[in-house]
């Protein structure tokens, strides 16, 4: 079997579950040292352990070396099966993170496959489950992938518990598809989730995000979830225009004030409504992959993040593209060329 040398150090845990994916669709095995090397707590964590395993399973690899606090492991694929599939972090790890592993192999798969995921929905530093559901899945439909998605129970951290799950369709090949402008502005909507905290805290944040953006303040769009599995603040913006719907995200985390959680996301939200890209900042990076395997595709975006570009890299060590980005009118634009 060929087999790629990795080294962790500078990519955290976007590139474990990226050559993950890219073993899985390619039949490339890998080795990695120094995984998350630069981290506060360097090696393995429960939600890339999960996606390790998760992975594993899907595509009858061998693994050696897997362990919570590992930083080295080897991974060797096998064949990918479609099929009814359950994973679960054990905590209050992204699940989202663990979908996205895995997904791009189901949907090379030759048979449908159901997979129930538990853990976080709502996590900082990863995709929430409303990202997945309105951004990241309607985009990959441009793509020819046919999925559905449910979420049946919030999970926030620390306390986790959420659960959701996603239906893939095989898909023979993929299309590959331009996200290069957002067509005619809908509507910039907000909506704060609260469990297990106080309803004012959320009202707090809709007025600073009414104030800066124009949204609806009523009270309406404020949702106590019950019943609360843990004490969970999500605060979250839509904005809808022809070509795509991108969905930003603020957390509430103890110390920081529900204005100052309405303020950053708002900064995050006016800077993409100031912009002309039709992609946001994390959409683009997810984007990446997926048109890779296409063989093909382009996205302008309003930065260049380093998950982008570390992520580029990585790539083009399991596939045979190239990548272009070259300042344009809306920020960047991004070309993966077979």
């Given at each position: 079997m060929e087999m790629i040398e990795l080294d962790g150090t500078e990519g955290g845990g976007q590139l474990l579950r990226s050559a993950l994916t890219l073993s899985l669709c390619t039949g490339i095995g890998f080795s990695m040292s120094n995984i998350r090397g630069r981290r506060r707590r360097?090696?393995?964590?429960?939600?890339?352990?999960?996606?390790?395993?998760?992975?594993?399973?899907?595509?009858?690899?061998?693994?050696?070396?897997?362990?919570?606090?590992?930083?080295?492991?080897?991974?060797?694929?096998?064949?990918?099966?479609?099929?009814?599939?359950?994973?679960?972090?054990?905590?209050?790890?992204?699940?989202?993170?663990?979908?996205?592993?895995?997904?791009?192999?189901?949907?090379?798969?030759?048979?449908?496959?159901?997979?129930?995921?538990?853990?976080?929905?709502?996590?900082?530093?990863a995709p929430s489950a409303d990202f997945i559901a309105e951004s990241y899945l309607p985009a990959l439909a441009q793509m020819g992938v046919q999925t559905t998605f449910a979420l049946q129970?919030?999970?926030?951290?620390?306390?986790?518990?959420?659960?959701?799950?996603?239906?893939?369709?095989?898909?023979?090949?993929?299309?590959?598809c331009a996200l290069e402008t957002r067509g005619m502005p809908l509507s910039v909507e907000a909506g704060v989730l609260m469990s297990g905290l106080s309803g004012s805290i959320g009202l707090r944040e809709l007025q600073v995000l009414a104030d800066r953006l124009g949204v609806d303040a009523h009270p309406r769009h404020v949702q106590s979830l019950r019943p609360a599995i843990g004490p969970g603040n999500v605060a979250q913006v839509r904005v809808r225009h022809g070509a795509q719907v991108e969905v930003f995200t603020g957390h509430g985390e103890r110390g920081i004030s529900a204005e100052q959680v309405?303020?950053?996301?708002?900064?995050?939200?006016?800077?993409?409504?100031?912009?002309?890209?039709?992609?946001?900042?994390?959409?683009?990076?997810?984007?990446?992959?997926?048109?890779?395997?296409?063989?093909?595709?382009?996205?302008?975006?309003?930065?260049?993040?380093?998950?982008?570009?570390?992520?580029?890299?990585?790539?083009?060590?399991?596939?045979?593209?190239?990548?272009?980005?070259?300042?344009?009118?809306?920020?960047?634009?991004?070309?993966?060329?077979?």
């Open positions: 360097p090696g393995l964590m429960r939600q890339h352990l999960t996606a390790v395993n998760a992975a594993a399973s899907v595509g009858q690899a061998q693994v050696h070396g897997a362990a919570l606090g590992a930083t080295g492991l080897r991974f060797e694929p096998g064949t990918v099966r479609g099929g009814d599939y359950h994973f679960a972090t054990g905590s209050a790890g992204s699940a989202t993170l663990v979908l996205q592993t895995v997904l791009p192999a189901l949907w090379q798969a030759t048979l449908p496959s159901t997979l129930q995921l538990e853990g976080g929905t709502h996590n900082p530093l129970q919030h999970g926030f951290y620390p306390a986790g518990g959420g659960r959701f799950e996603v239906q893939v369709k095989p898909c023979a090949a993929l299309q590959p309405g303020a950053r996301l708002a900064d995050e939200v006016q800077q993409y409504l100031d912009g002309g890209a039709c992609v946001g900042e994390h959409l683009s990076d997810q984007l990446l992959l997926p048109m890779a395997l296409a063989g093909g595709g382009a996205f302008t975006t309003h930065v260049i993040s380093d998950h982008l570009t570390s992520n580029a890299r990585l790539i083009e060590k399991f596939l045979p593209v190239e990548f272009e980005w070259e300042q344009a009118d809306a920020g960047w634009r991004v070309e993966v060329h077979g």
